[in-house]
């Protein structure tokens, strides 16, 4: 029986039918690719581990030197935006203005999969509580957090001020999903 929403094999962007026989699913993509990306988005406001790799753009200075960050931990998935209580409390306030559409990209699955430019981004909130640890790797090689933030630039190194209550990662750069 074919499944009335199309589905975008977000790993290499072949559109696909979601069906019930998942053989026909893996002719098109990886099995573990999906099973990843369907443990997202059948968790409904629960807990997920996810490990993820984000790449960051050296200083002129260090031109041609590959940066990447693998995150790992344990976050919400399936949350609207707007329920949250920090979001709540910013309008009740005046802090903050009523939740708007998204700033860029549109839905492919609310409130899990964002696509935009071709890409398909994962939204996903920071946990309290939960530990996130990530290691650092300068043209492969790991480092320490303060040897990769020397190859930044100053503003780029320089931690955020803001709390951070979503972040979207790019489908590709999923690691692993528990």
Known sequence: MLATQPLVCIFN????TTMSNTTSQNSLMNTNSMDAISKITDAKGQFVSVSFRSTKTPAKAFKGTVL???TAGTFRAGINFANLSSVKEGIATGERGEVQSLPWGNWVKFPYLIENKGETY??????NGCKVSSTFFVNGKEVSKEEFN??????????SDKPLECFTIKATNLISVS
């Open 13 to 16: 962007r072949i559109p696909i």
């Open 122 to 127: 994962i939204r996903l909130y920071p946990t």
């Open 150 to 159: 020397s190859f930044l630039t100053p503003s780029d190194a320089k931690p």
């Open 68 to 70: 990447e960050k693998v």
